[in-house]
């Protein structure tokens, strides 16, 4: 039986980043979806995400710096652009404490002028975030998912993984199709990740959430007059687009009811359509919400909301991608190279914070 260099479960936006980024190396990469392309099961569809440099802590610094560094790398590449630079204001109750690049604090009066569509509550603070932006998500995958295919990668979809297994360094995957041996295993299953380690399942937990997107074609909505925002409200952190990429506004909450990834996610409720519209409204005031279209993804959320990026303990052969907790697609590019750079033995101390080791103090 033939030994493959890597396998890759799951070919969401960070499973195809490896794949892409290994393949590019030269090794000899194969990765498996469970759905057929284009599924809307997982975390990884939909037409745009959010990119931002203002984080809460200064540890993701770095890590912000290779995501901006790796959609610059696909950038040229692609010939074209994923990222379209918008700016964004982040408000927050009380003392805002985002940092990172040139975020910094802005009053009222300066906040109307960077971008005069956004009405925060008033007493807010509200940080100016200069190289925050919209990424066109399903063209980056897309990207990802052809470059992989064009460097030598393998993928297959409607492929489901039994089970896995690793003796004397050798990992060897059994799926519908065929057992596959290899070297190094790359876990990127999205919301199944407490399936596929199932020793530090309870460190996960999986969300159903829903956005709106509008129509598009709305001044109000456009940059410069908007960018991207978000107000950490009670109920959770409203997160909101401008029109980019083609594609109309859009608002979202980090917050929704625990969800069984392996049953197909509910479709949204008219009340949750009206409550995203309404909140749309408030901060984007004039803008024309009866033409939205809500949809419903998944989150996988870790306690502290870092992601789980290295290898498992006592497992080196096994390399677990988990950039999760509602954050995680901006960080494509980057978490697809330290894939790349774990599974050929490149030391990457500086991903320490999100090291699957504190999964063991969970458990």
Not at 205 to 216: D, F, M, P, S
Not at 243 to 269: F, H, L, M
Request: glycine share 12%; with cysteine.
């Amino acid at each position: 039986m033939t030994l493959r260099d890597v396998v890759v479960l799951g070919l969401g936006i960070h499973g195809s980043a490896a794949a892409f980024e290994l393949a590019q190396r030269g090794l000899d990469v194969v990765g498996i979806e469970q759905f057929e392309s284009g599924h809307v099961r997982g975390s990884s569809h939909g037409a745009t995400r959010m990119i931002r440099r203002a984080y809460p802590h200064p540890v993701w610094n770095d890590l912000v710096d290779r995501a901006y560094l790796g959609w610059d790398r696909w950038n040229l590449a692609a010939g074209r652009p994923f990222v379209t630079t918008t700016g964004g204001l982040y408000a927050h109750d009380g003392a805002p404490t985002l940092q990172g690049g040139h975020s910094r604090p802005v009053a009222e009066e300066e906040r109307k002028t960077i971008a005069p569509s956004f009405a925060p509550p008033a007493d807010f603070g509200v940080v100016h975030d200069p190289d925050a932006g919209v990424i066109d998500a399903a063209g980056a995958l897309a990207f990802a998912r052809a470059g992989a295919r064009a460097a030598g990668a393998e993928l297959r979809f409607g492929e489901t993984v039994l089970d896995y297994s690793v003796d004397a360094r050798v990992v060897t995957v059994r799926t519908s199709a065929e057992t596959i041996r290899a070297r190094r295993l790359v876990l990127a299953g999205g919301a199944w990740a407490p399936a596929l380690v199932p020793q530090a399942a309870s460190f996960f937990e999986v969300w159903r959430i829903v956005t709106l997107t509008v129509a598009a074609g709305q001044a109000v909505a456009q940059p410069p007059a908007l960018g991207c925002f978000s107000v950490d409200l009670p109920e959770g952190l409203v997160f909101g687009l401008p029109e980019a990429s083609g594609s109309g506004a859009k608002i979202g909450i980090d917050a929704g009811p625990v969800w069984n990834p392996d049953v197909p996610v509910a479709p949204p409720t008219d009340a949750e359509v009206r409550q995203l519209a309404e909140l749309l409204g408030r901060f984007v005031p004039g803008i024309d919400t009866t033409q939205g279209e809500a949809v419903a993804c998944l989150y996988t959320m870790t306690p502290d909301k870092r992601f789980v990026v290295g290898a498992l303990p006592g497992t080196p052969e096994v390399v677990l991608a988990s950039a999760c907790s509602g954050h995680g697609f901006k960080f494509g590019p980057a978490i697809g190279e330290a894939v790349a750079d774990l599974v050929t033995g490149v030391a990457r101390p500086d991903l320490d914070f999100v090291s699957p080791a504190r999964m063991e103090a969970h458990v």
